[in-house]
């Protein structure tokens, strides 16, 4: 079960412009995430990632998000980012949206690191459609496990099946600024993450995005 007092994070993914990046640094959610893969609706360039990244609030951790990609190119990702006594400038995280087993997992976190320090946080995302994939994603090798109804399908999954995960997750699919507080009180996860639930006309709306981190923060 998830601790009821601890504070639950806020992932907001699928930056693309300059616009996305002002309302994530306005709203101060905890995490930013960027597609780095590509095919997707809200792919972005690796090259374009590193220049949004570098205008988001030194708050804000970078999150890369990855789809079955070759174990070098995460790592890229992840040392753009300048390092000082094995230490990242800021806080910097990757998330797995693929099939990537626990071998890739432990294979990642060598490329990744930096000789003595093996500290950028891996988030498994998992589909979950019955309780024996809530008991998979828990035996995951990752940091953290992000549990979602599928990539991208922007809807909400049965959370009843959550009520035996024995680890922090974060949550995903389908949540916005109408169900995200009640998410909370009910589930308490780790974290939320939330995209499409926080667009109009399928880009970033700046008033959802800041009424959702409210609604989050017992702030509206």
């Not at 009520?163 to 922090?168: G, K, L, Q, Y």
Request: aromatic fraction near 8%; include cysteine; proline fraction near 5%.
């Amino acid at each position: 079960m998830m601790d009821p007092n601890a504070r639950t994070r806020i992932k907001i993914c699928g930056l693309r412009r300059t616009e996305d990046v002002r309302a994530v640094n306005e709203a101060k959610p905890d995490m930013a995430g960027f597609i780095l893969s590509p095919g997707f609706r809200r792919s972005v360039r690796l090259e374009d990632a590193f220049k949004l990244a570098d205008l988001l609030d030194p708050c804000v951790t970078v999150v890369g998000v990855f789809v079955d990609e070759p174990i070098e190119h995460v790592a890229r990702f992840t040392h753009h980012f300048d390092f000082d006594g094995f230490e990242p400038a800021r806080g910097i995280a990757v998330q797995l949206h693929g099939d990537e087993s626990d071998d890739y997992i432990d294979q990642l976190r060598h490329a990744m690191a930096y000789p003595g320090w093996y500290g950028i946080p891996i988030i498994k995302a998992c589909t979950v459609r019955t309780r024996e994939d809530v008991e998979r994603a828990c035996r995951s090798k990752a940091d953290l496990v992000l549990l979602d109804n599928g990539q991208g399908s922007g809807k909400t999954f049965d959370w009843s099946l959550l009520d035996e995960a024995d680890r922090s997750y974060v949550l995903a699919g389908g949540l916005g600024p109408e169900n995200v507080a009640d998410a909370v009180r009910r589930l308490h996860p780790f974290a939320v993450d939330m995209s499409s639930g926080v667009e109009t006309n399928g880009w970033k709306d700046p008033s959802k995005i800041r009424e959702a981190v409210g609604a989050v923060r017992g702030e509206s």
